[in-house]
């Protein structure tokens, strides 16, 4: 779609000891070890690592610390660590850990959530609707926006209104919205990881309003387009959502940065980091300089901010036909993400599918399998339903060896 513009869908264990991790709330606005980083044991990534320049897909199982590669799901914890410590540092922003104070009230169909902390605070709402009749608790969809996708019977939805927790209205709306009024209009976050920090609050409000009827741990999350951006971004800093659908998120989503700027050197019209940095305000400051001079600088790329997302469950929604969002890139960079949840032994919890239609954020009937199978395995505990997806329309001349120069491993 259009800059600016909407479419029909209204807008939207440890194995290597180290220190402790310092308290990441010390300054909200400089980047630091992640709340959500998994325990103490993991070696943190020191203020001033020399991440490496690297022209492929990074290795999504190498430690930047030491070098090594990861053998076992306890060292991916940690390198799954040292990934969100990296995303944060270099492209989103600071993920503030749960405020202080958080309080929640449920009336009618809104639940509003109460947040404060030194001084400061804010509340947003959001709209529950289509629960399911009995006592619960239900799994229900945070749909940032609205959904577009088709969400069936037995799973409620919930309606985010992710502008008013940070505004996406072009370079003027840098800290603007109600997670800047708690935190600071300088603080560090894009958009993208404000709204994923109001998405953590509203499962923290679910948690304790036992009146909803919800269920915290059976959450999903949807978005498309910029909002499908919001959606992986969420997926991968909220490590509490179960099921994580990002639609036609395209570049600073789904892609990869240094695929979609393959593509556009081979002459596709295709959205990269230089140009959404001036575009929007999605992603934080701290990305400038890298986005506009050279994304080889990146240690991670987007396969490896999707793979924060295993071993919980994914599906990647997405068209082949838009050329903006990179139809190369936004297949085969979470194709190459689909790596981890192999190396975990879960392959089947993550899925790809791009199917070709011109309607932006519309949902072809084509992808109705995939989605339904996703909703009903985890959101719904079906556990029969068939979740191998990695499919495309399209076809690509990808080259495995020069984008991909590493293995994946089998981690014990
Ligand atoms: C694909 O998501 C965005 C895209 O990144 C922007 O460049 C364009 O302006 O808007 C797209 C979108 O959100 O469409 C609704």
Known sequence: ??????????????????????DPTSDPSTPGPSPTQPNAACTPLPANAAIPTVSSLPDP??????????????????RRAEILELAQRQELGTFPPKPSSLTASFSGNTLTINASQSGKSTSFSVTISNVPSGTGPHP???????ASIPIPAGVAVIVFNNNQVAAQDGQGSRGVGRFYDLYGS???????????????????????????????????????????????IAGALV????????????????????????QKASGTN??????????NVWFSPVFNQIASSNVNRLGFDHHSIAALVAP?????????????????????????????????????????????HSDHCGFPSAQNPELTAFIQKFLLNQSSTNTN????????NFDQNRWVPWTTPTLT
Request: some cysteine; proline content about 7%; hydrophobic content about 35%.
């Open 239 to 262: 490590n509490r959502i179960a099921l994580t659908i990002p639609q036609e998120s395209g570049s600073g989503g789904a892609a990869c940065w240094r695929l979609s700027d393959a």
């Open 186 to 232: 300088s603080h560090s976050a894009g958009a993208l990881t404000a709204w994923a920090w109001g998405v953590d609050r509203i499962i923290d409000a679910i948690e304790l309003t036992p009146g909803t009827k919800l269920d915290p741990k059976r959450i999903g999350v949807t978005g498309c387009s910029r909002n499908g951006k919001g959606a992986l």
């Open 1 to 22: 779609c259009i800059p600016g513009t909407v479419t029909s869908n209204p807008p939207p264990e440890p194995s290597t000891p180290g220190p402790t991790s310092p």
């Open 389 to 396: 997806v990695e499919k495309t329309t399209g076809s690509y």
């Open 270 to 279: 295709v959205q990269t980091a230089s140009q959404i940095i001036g575009e």
């Open 312 to 356: 919980r469950a994914m599906l990647v929604i997405e068209n082949t036909s838009m050329e903006w969002l990179g139809n190369m890139s936004s297949y085969h960079c979470p194709r190459v993400a689909r790596s981890v949840w192999r190396a975990l032994g879960v392959p089947d919890n993550m899925g790809v599918s791009q199917v070709g």
């Open 140 to 146: 229900a969809i945070i749909a940032y926006g609205a």
């Open 61 to 78: 199982f190498q430690f930047i610390v030491g070098g090594r590669r990861a053998a076992t799901k306890a060292d991916w914890e940690c």
